[in-house]
């Protein structure tokens, strides 16, 4: 497994952007498709973006298509999550996970992920 340390949350107002960053420890991090997950306070953790292990595949949620991009560096271990005009329903805690068999299929379901992060909170302003 890998481990996992986001950073990059912070406080925006709506329209604003920001950029979180997931470093992974471990020498495997390029064998783990990657995937952002968020929870907002009373809902249920929901899929964001996932990439895949070599970043040619990338898949996003329809409430942050055309927002968000999801990318991945292999040589420094590092996903990144470039979040652009926010809102204010976007405001939640946000986790970057590992999966070593993510899939066409699968890369929704957060249970198919094998290491989390501990989260960063995104908050947004109207």
């Known amino acids: 497994q890998v481990q996992l340390v986001e950073s990059g949350g912070g406080s925006v107002q709506a329209g604003g952007s920001l950029r979180l960053s997931c470093a992974a420890s471990?020498?495997?991090?390029?064998?783990?498709?990657m995937g952002w997950f968020r929870q907002a306070p009373g809902k249920e953790r929901e899929f964001v973006a996932a990439?895949?292990?070599?970043?040619?595949?990338?898949y996003y949620s329809d409430s942050v298509k055309g927002r968000f991009t999801i990318s991945r560096d292999n040589a420094k271990n590092t996903a990144f999550l470039q979040m652009n005009g926010l809102k204010p329903e976007d405001a939640a805690v946000y986790y970057c996970?590992?999966?070593?068999?993510?899939?066409?299929?699968?890369?929704?379901?957060?249970?198919?992920?094998?290491?989390w992060g501990q989260g960063t909170q995104v908050t947004v302003s109207s």
């Open positions: 996970a590992a999966g070593f068999a993510i899939t066409l299929v699968n890369y929704r379901l957060a249970t198919k992920y094998d290491s």
């Open positions: 471990g020498r495997t991090f390029r064998n783990y498709a």
């Open positions: 990439i895949s292990w070599g970043g040619g595949s990338t």
